[in-house]
């Protein structure tokens, strides 16, 4: 019954998006979601009334196919009028920010009153973010582009900084947000390609799966309000 949690980030995005709104995809990379997940994106951009990614990379903001306004920028400093989103979304992102206070900061700015962020990102506690976060870097690029067939360039070095319930609820009450959804949920098998390996996963993700060691799970997906 696993899924991958790009399917309910999909589900939560489409949920707060309205017809009109105008949207700002922090870190939006080549895709808003990705390729597999169907023609969603399609729909979101054609639901909004204005689409605006931000992201470092020209190099992967030039292969986006959906969004028509790109910025190359900060993520921690967005250049954008104050009050001039309605939404602004990061599927994946959070974990390499290094400073959340400024980051929420200047999402809050950019968002009109009653605005919402929706993030997608990895649970420090759960226990293959726990063992990733302390390989090189390096060797975590290649293991990445070999279980998840992501190229070397698409892949940051990660901070996990705003990356549990604790933190991102007291950031969130620091930075004039209101909690709105916090979800913690179990992603799809990742050693999938490694045969037999993926029988141990599975047992483990079936224990995360109980109420009581859900803290524990893959991933988060959270919407802020703004104050």
Request: hydrophobic share 45%; net charge positive.
């Given at each position: 019954?696993?899924?991958?949690?790009?399917?309910?980030?999909?589900?939560?995005?489409?949920?707060?998006?309205?017809?009109?709104?105008?949207?700002?995809?922090?870190?939006?990379?080549?895709?808003?979601?990705?390729?597999?997940?169907?023609?969603?994106?399609?729909?979101?951009?054609?639901?909004?009334?204005?689409?605006?990614?931000?992201?470092?990379?020209?190099?992967?903001?030039?292969?986006?196919a959906l969004?028509?306004?790109?910025?190359?920028?900060?993520?921690?400093?967005?250049?954008?009028?104050?009050?001039?989103?309605?939404?602004?979304?990061?599927?994946?992102?959070?974990?390499?920010?290094?400073?959340?206070?400024?980051?929420?900061?200047?999402?809050?700015?950019?968002?009109?009153?009653g605005g919402?962020?929706?993030?997608?990102?990895?649970?420090?506690?759960?226990?293959?973010?726990?063992?990733?976060?302390?390989?090189?870097?390096?060797?975590?690029?290649?293991?990445?582009?070999?279980?998840?067939?992501?190229?070397?360039?698409?892949?940051?070095?990660?901070?996990?900084?705003?990356?549990?319930?604790?933190?991102?609820?007291?950031?969130?009450?620091?930075?004039?947000?209101?909690?709105?959804?916090?979800?913690?949920?179990?992603?799809?098998?990742?050693?999938?390609?490694?045969?037999?390996?993926?029988?141990?996963?599975?047992?483990?993700?079936?224990?995360?799966?109980?109420?009581?060691?859900?803290?524990?799970?893959?991933?988060?997906?959270?919407?802020?309000?703004?104050?």
């Amino acid at each position: 019954g696993l899924r991958s949690t790009q399917y309910d980030y999909r589900d939560v995005l489409l949920h707060y998006l309205e017809c009109g709104s105008a949207w700002l995809d922090v870190g939006c990379g080549h895709a808003i979601f990705p390729d597999w997940v169907g023609d969603s994106a399609r729909t979101a951009v054609e639901t909004a009334g204005c689409v605006v990614g931000i992201e470092y990379g020209i190099h992967s903001l030039r292969q986006h196919a959906l969004i028509r306004n790109r910025v190359v920028g900060d993520i921690e400093c967005a250049p954008f009028r104050p009050r001039s989103f309605d939404l602004v979304t990061a599927n994946m992102v959070v974990e390499h920010i290094r400073n959340p206070e400024r980051f929420l900061e200047n999402v809050r700015a950019a968002l009109r009153p009653g605005g919402f962020f929706i993030a997608h990102t990895p649970n420090i506690r759960n226990y293959r973010v726990r063992l990733a976060a302390l390989l090189p870097q390096g060797l975590k690029n290649r293991l990445i582009g070999w279980l998840e067939n992501r190229h070397e360039e698409d892949v940051f070095p990660t901070l996990y900084r705003m990356n549990s319930e604790a933190a991102i609820r007291d950031l969130a009450s620091g930075n004039g947000f209101r909690v709105v959804e916090f979800r913690s949920l179990n992603s799809s098998a990742s050693t999938i390609v490694l045969g037999p390996v993926v029988i141990a996963e599975l047992l483990v993700t079936r224990l995360l799966n109980t109420r009581a060691l859900a803290s524990y799970r893959s991933n988060l997906i959270v919407v802020l309000q703004r104050i």
